[in-house]
């Protein structure tokens, strides 16, 4: 077992837990209980999510992502150390610090660019992968192959965090109350270099923020905008930022989206839909929808059993 692998297993658990909501804001659990066996594993109807969030390490073959980033697992990942010079994973108990090793690389690349650029003592790291990918029981409908990773807007305090303050403490409101607009309590002019250093990298192809936050980028960004494309607003992203990187070079069961356009995205009518009145004040459907049923492991690319059951 490598020395990287063995340094982010110190403090996690053997299983993971399951919380309502996987949000940077959702506090986790050091008291952790593990998920109950399946009593029909191999039942067609299952959800993937259950298979695939409870299997606790990766698989011992060479790194492979199949599918799309919603739809889709990874084989051969690697883990983020839970400790860094410069970056600290937060809510061990959800063990999703795994991702292709080119995530990991630019992850700890960004920590040493937001100590360097923006003077952060570094980044906390949320939500990256599970062991295998998939889908989780738990919050996202994205992270599934390895290439999506969840950055706090809140800057890495200048010591180690304990187990309990990962799992109990918040990300802080990036977010103005009647969300026009960022909060200028707590977002800062540190926080622009932060994302537009992770959205120059190459291989990055998509950053989601808050509407506001893109608001704020627009108006404060100067020189070079055209790292503006990549960020893209997204609904509930008030307290972190999401980077999404490309299907790596020879990931050929990969499925890649369409790249960005070179539009800044940031006229009027590029935010309008944003901050119009049922973005910000939905009113909920007179028939409440019927809930979605999950999606089952027959749904996924066939390569996801092999990823799902290998050693």
């Known amino acids: 077992m490598s020395l990287r692998l063995i340094l982010s297993l110190i403090f996690l658990p053997a299983v993971i837990a399951s919380t309502p909501l996987a949000l940077a804001q959702t506090k986790g659990s050091v008291d952790l209980k593990p998920l109950?066996?399946?009593?029909?594993p191999n039942?067609?109807?299952?959800?993937?999510?259950?298979?695939?969030?409870?299997k606790v390490l990766p698989t011992k073959s060479p790194v492979r992502v199949v599918g799309?980033?919603?739809?889709?697992?990874?084989?051969?990942?690697?883990?983020?150390?839970?400790?860094g010079p410069t970056w600290q994973v937060m809510r061990l108990s959800r063990n999703r610090n795994?991702?292709?090793p080119q995530l990991v690389e630019l992850l700890e690349r960004l920590s040493v660019k937001a100590n360097k650029n923006a003077g952060w003592p570094g980044i906390l790291v949320g939500d990256m992968s599970q062991p295998r990918g998939g889908p989780m029981i738990t919050g996202h409908a994205s992270h599934q192959v390895g290439l999506d990773a969840d950055i706090w807007l809140t800057p890495m305090p200048?010591?180690?965090?304990?187990r309990n303050e990962r799992e109990e403490m918040s990300a802080v409101m990036m977010v103005r109350h009647d969300r026009l607009d960022i909060d200028p309590t707590t977002w800062t002019p540190s926080h622009l270099p932060v994302i537009r250093?992770?959205?120059v990298e190459p291989s990055v192809e998509r950053i989601f923020v808050n509407a506001a936050i893109k608001k704020a980028l627009c108006r404060e960004a100067k020189g070079?905008?055209?790292?503006?494309?990549?960020?893209r607003p997204m609904y509930g992203h008030d307290y972190h930022f999401h980077v999404r990187i490309?299907?790596?070079?020879?990931?050929?069961?990969?499925?890649?989206?369409p790249p960005p356009n070179e539009s800044e995205g940031c006229s009027a009518g590029d935010l309008a839909y944003w901050f119009s009145d049922a973005v910000l004040h939905p009113k909920p459907p007179p028939i409440p929808p019927k809930p979605k049923p999950p999606m089952t492991l027959s749904e996924m690319p066939a390569a996801c059993r092999q990823v799902l059951t290998a050693p």
Do not use: M
């Open 158 to 162: 200048n010591r180690q965090l304990s």
């Open 246 to 257: 490309k299907c790596p070079v020879g990931s050929t069961e990969c499925e890649a989206q």
């Open 36 to 40: 109950p066996p399946l009593a029909n």
């Open 224 to 231: 070079d905008r055209s790292w503006l494309s990549k960020v």
């Open 68 to 83: 799309f980033y919603a739809k889709g697992c990874i084989a051969g990942a690697e883990a983020l150390p839970i400790n």
């Open 98 to 100: 795994w991702a292709h």
């Open 43 to 54: 039942d067609p109807a299952i959800g993937a999510k259950e298979l695939f969030g409870r």
């Open 197 to 199: 250093a992770a959205a």
